[in-house]
């Protein structure tokens, strides 16, 4: 049985509404709403508190669900998210460097056409992190990490622990990339600076 079939029967055994429920587990109604229609999934502390309101363990409360987390977080979309990550960095090249060249050495057609292609860049770039991000929301990848985590016996601290190295090692690999494009960006202009200076 699934998490969301779980916590509606359980619901209706003890009598309660959703804004009961939701009163009881520190949430909106419209959370249990979403739960219960498989729009979102509960975090760890969620779970938790539903296990304890509920009466049952946390293995009982996502029995249904184990192997289908397990599925979802080997599988994570991985090629998927691969892809629009390395799409992402293409199009900030192309952003940074095509339509700066064409800007530059285009003359009033190159102007144009720079600025359409920076426009439509810079949409496409939203999109492909947008579309990243909609990925991992779908899978409720983050949370399925959690629950597995918790169910081979590791805290909560744990958890918290293994989120902040991975956001800490994100942020370090976001500085390094934006070290190494505004690197690349200074180079550039230098070298553009150069060549404007020997044509005076």
Known sequence: MKLCETIRRLRTEKGWSQETLAEHAYVSRQTVSNWETEKSYPDVHSLLILSD?????????????????KSTVQNEDAGRLRKLRWLGLAEMFG???????????????????GCLLAGILSVCIFMTFRGMEQIKQENDIETYREVLAFQRGETLDDIE????????????????????????????????????????
Do not use: H, N, P
């Open 53 to 69: 309101l509920f009466g049952v363990s946390l293995d009982e409360l996502i029995k249904g669900d184990v192997e289908m987390m």
């Open 95 to 113: 952003l940074m460097f095509g339509a700066t060249l064409l800007v530059e050495y285009g003359g009033e057609i190159g102007t144009i056409l």
């Open 161 to 200: 622990k293994e989120r902040e190295r991975k956001k800490r090692k994100s942020q370090k690999t976001l500085l390094l990339f934006v070290s190494v494009l505004s690197g690349a960006m200074l180079l550039f202009c230098a070298v553009m600076l150069i060549l404007e200076c020997i044509r005076l």
